[in-house]
Every structure is written in structure tokens, then in C-alpha cells.
């Protein structure tokens, strides 16, 4: 590619909010075939709220104590979900306590003592690794809180079920139409996520997405990307977290959205300044007509 014709590429792509950080960047862009995007805060708005708390029937305890230990619990978490817990709970008028110990599961939820009691938030196969046994009527109010996109979590208390708390993101407004404008371009969109294969479902629904990775572990994201690349994918990484990181340094091309964490920005290639997922279609379409150009 002559210097020229890559400036002139990244003079239009400053006006459209896509920052290449390389030339070398908007030569591989066009190359790509298999788009894959984060879901928290990259198809969706990443600012969850808590909409279901259900605390169990055979939960002794005053119902107040529970709900004090729950934001307490995940005070301590810098996770989005938490701090949509967290938040939804002082709105119900709970005010959180400092917790004893607090501990990240990092893809499963978070552990802490408060109060004297041992406190899990998290998924079910948190639960499970901790032996606590969920009633079969509260998982089956999970899977339907998850059918709705919404990502519910269970709540132990010294070993004990206790409680479902559920929390909504909501799709941005741009992603259905970008979606649809990658797939018009003859790329493969995938959606991939620590969140558990139903809320998951869901959301890709909505924004017409057809292939979804789901549960996967934050260190397990740049794997997913590595198996695509072995199956001869070229692949575009789009995410925003601190858990994208490696995965967009795995990818041919990382995309970080504008509004995301500070080691996304800094691994990614590209940079979507918009925060919406138009800026992709944009950058290989930009790509595609330099590389033309030049040629
Ligand atoms: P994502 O890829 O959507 O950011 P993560 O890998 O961070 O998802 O988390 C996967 C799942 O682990 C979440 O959907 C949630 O069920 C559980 N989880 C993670 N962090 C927390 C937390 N702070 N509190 C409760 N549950 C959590
Ligand atoms: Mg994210």
C-alpha cells in the first residue's frame, strides 16, 4: 500500500469515529470473514439493571439481613452485574455493609464473608462447586427469567439457597442494523459470552445474530478466537472489557469500543469511536475500498 492512499483511508475514517492505530491495520481489515462480538457492553448498552429478586420461601432469616448481606457481597465487585445489584438494592432502600472478605470468581460470581455469614452470588455452577443445592422450582423461575435475556443468579447463605436475583441489559439501538449490515457484507457474526446459553440466546435473537458462544470462561475467550483462526477463519474481535483483552490481541484484527475498559483500548487495533457497532461495517468498508485503490 502507498502512504498516500493509507492516509487518505485514515482522513475518512477519523470522520466516521474509526481510529486505526497502523496502517498495517487497515490492510488486514478487509481480509476479514468472521466477525466475533463480546455481548456485555458491546452488543448491549453494558449497564444492566436489576428487575427480580426472589428470596425463597424457606429462607428463615429476616428478609432486610439477606438482601444487606447480598449488596455487600458484591460492593466489592467492579463486574457490571454487581453493580447493578448493588444499586438496584439501595434504590429498595438497602444500605450495604463492609464485607468480612470478598473474593471474584472470575465467570462464575463472587464470594464473601459478611457479617459472620458466608454469602455466594452466582451461577449455577458456582452453586454447584460449593455443594449448595438449588430447588428445582427456583431454577425452573431462573430459565424463565433467562428466556426473557435476562441474567439471573442464585444466592447462598452458609451453604443454603436462598434467594434468585435477576438483572436486564438492553441492546443497543444501533446493533440489530450493524449486525445486518456485516451480514449483507458476507460476513459470519458470532456472539460470545460469559453468560449462560439462554439469556444469551435471547439477546443474539434480538439483534439477529444466529451463531452464539456462550458460557465462556473470561480466560476461555481467546481460545474461542484461536479455534476459529485454526479452522482457517480470518478473525475481527469486537469487545470492550478487561476479559476481552486477550482476545483481541489473539485476533487478526481487535476492535475496541470507545466506551470500554482502558487495557481494550490499549490492546485493541482499531477503535470504534462511536461506541456502536456501525463503526465495523465502516472500517472494512473503508478498508476494502483502500486496499481497491491501491491495488
Ligand atoms: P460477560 O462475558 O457477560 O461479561 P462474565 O464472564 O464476566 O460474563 O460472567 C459470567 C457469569 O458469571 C455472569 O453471567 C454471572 O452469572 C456470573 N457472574 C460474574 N460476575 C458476577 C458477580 N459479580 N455477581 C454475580 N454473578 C456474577
Ligand atoms: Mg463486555
Redesign the pocket.
Known amino acids: 500500500a502507498t502512504p498516500t492512499s493509507i492516509m487518505a483511508g485514515s482522513g475518512r475514517s477519523a470522520e466516521l469515529g474509526v481510529l486505526f492505530k497502523g496502517g498495517e491495520y487497515l490492510e488486514t481489515t478487509q481480509s476479514v470473514d468472521t466477525i466475533v462480538l463480546?455481548?456485555?457492553g458491546t452488543v448491549t448498552n453494558g449497564a444492566p439493571s436489576l428487575t427480580d429478586l426472589k428470596v425463597s420461601a424457606d429462607w428463615s432469616g429476616e428478609e432486610s439481613s439477606l438482601l444487606r448481606w447480598i449488596a455487600s457481597a458484591?460492593r466489592g465487585?467492579e463486574?457490571p452485574?454487581?453493580e447493578a445489584i448493588v444499586q438496584g438494592l439501595r434504590e429498595r432502600g438497602v444500605a450495604p455493609s463492609e464485607p468480612d472478605s470478598f473474593e471474584?470468581v472470575?465467570?462464575?460470581?463472587?464470594r464473601a464473608t459478611v457479617e459472620g455469614r458466608e454469602l455466594l452470588?452466582?451461577?449455577r455452577r458456582l452453586m454447584d462447586s460449593r455443594d449448595v443445592s438449588v430447588p428445582e422450582e427456583a431454577l425452573r423461575e431462573m430459565g424463565r427469567l433467562e428466556e426473557q435475556g435476562k441474567?439471573a443468579?442464585l444466592v447462598a447463605a452458609d451453604g443454603r439457597y436462598a434467594a434468585l436475583v435477576a438483572v436486564a441489559d438492553t441492546i443497543k439501538e444501533s446493533s440489530r442494523q450493524a449486525v445486518e449490515r456485516l451480514q449483507r457484507l458476507g460476513l459470519q457474526v458470532i456472539m460470545m459470552?460469559?453468560?449462560?446459553e439462554r439469556t444469551a440466546r435471547a439477546i443474539a435473537r434480538a439483534a439477529g445474530i444466529q451463531h452464539v458462544l456462550a458460557e465462556v470462561l473470561?480466560e476461555g475467550k481467546a481460545a474461542e478466537v484461536k479455534k476459529l483462526q485454526e479452522a482457517g477463519r480470518k478473525v475481527a474481535m469486537v469487545g470492550d472489557?478487561i476479559?476481552d483483552a486477550p482476545a483481541l490481541a489473539t485476533a487478526d484484527i481487535g476492535m475496541a469500543v470507545g466506551t470500554g475498559a482502558d487495557v481494550a483500548l490499549e490492546t485493541a487495533d482499531v477503535t470504534l469511536m462511536r461506541g456502536d457497532l456501525n463503526g465495523i461495517a465502516d472500517a472494512i468498508g473503508l478498508s476494502r475500498k483502500t486496499m481497491r485503490n491501491i491495488r
Open positions: 463480546d455481548k456485555t458484591e465487585s463486574h452485574l454487581a471474584a472470575p465467570g462464575f460470581g463472587v452470588v452466582g451461577t441474567t443468579m459470552t460469559g453468560d449462560n473470561p472489557g476479559n
